[in-house]
């Protein structure tokens, strides 16, 4: 069994406002978001597209406290980021897995625990499960070579549940993976949020995957809309 966390009422669990960045490279200013706000009640799916370069990679950088902002303001669940909270309060997936090459899919999955704190029999229960979950039962002792591209991105999704977080962050989870494997990740994903009531922002080109999303949104000239 994998622990429900229901929506609650209070805080939004993100609430970004006024997102400013600009990067600096040479002489070259480039300001990719200008104007940025974000706001995630507990268990909703929000999708995010926009033309290549249009910042969501910076944006979604920005929400997970990985990259500061030049202005503006991000609360997690009422409380400013701090990247001391990240690992019990979201879950990332990028487009390109990053797998820890040497660790097999179980122990890919127990990094998130890891790194929170300690790793015992419940959190190894946990992850099992959660590789049951996405259909890797039988995979937990492959090494990420050792498994298909979907394999891999389904191995990052356990992981990225496996604190319960309140809210994932996917970044074109399905990038890299050809059409029916990426529907299938995107099911997974969605399914076990909604299951789980954990909030989504998920960053797609994928008209179809965006449309699964409960609100659907766009970043354009450095504002989201
Ligand atoms: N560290 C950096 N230094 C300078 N410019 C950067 C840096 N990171 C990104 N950029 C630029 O910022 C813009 C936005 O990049 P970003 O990766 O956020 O786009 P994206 O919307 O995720 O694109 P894609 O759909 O191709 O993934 C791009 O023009 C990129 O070249
Ligand atoms: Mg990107």
Known sequence: MIASALPTSGPSVLAASGLAKTYLSGAQRLQVLRDVSLQVPAGESVSIRGESGSGKSTLINLLAGLDAPDAGRLLWLGQPADADRRAEFLGIVFQS???????????????????????????????????????????????????????????????????????????????????????????????????????????????????????????HDGTLR
């Open 97 to 219: 897995f990053y797998l820890i090459p040497e660790m097999d899919a179980l122990a890919n999955v127990l990094m998130a625990a890891r790194i929170r704190g300690a790793v015992g029999a419940e959190q190894r229960r946990r992850a099992a499960d959660l590789l049951a979950r996405v259909g890797l039962g039988e995979r937990a002792t492959h090494l990420p070579a050792q498994l298909s591209g979907g394999e891999r991105q389904r191995v990052a999704v356990a992981r990225a549940l496996m604190n319960a977080p309140k809210l994932v962050l996917a970044d074109e989870p399905t990038g890299n993976l050809d059409e029916r494997t990426g529907d299938a990740v995107i099911e997974l994903l969605l399914g076990l949020c909604r299951e789980t009531g954990t909030a989504l922002v998920l960053v797609t080109h994928n008209a179809a995957h965006a449309a699964k999303c409960a609100r659907q949104l766009t970043l």
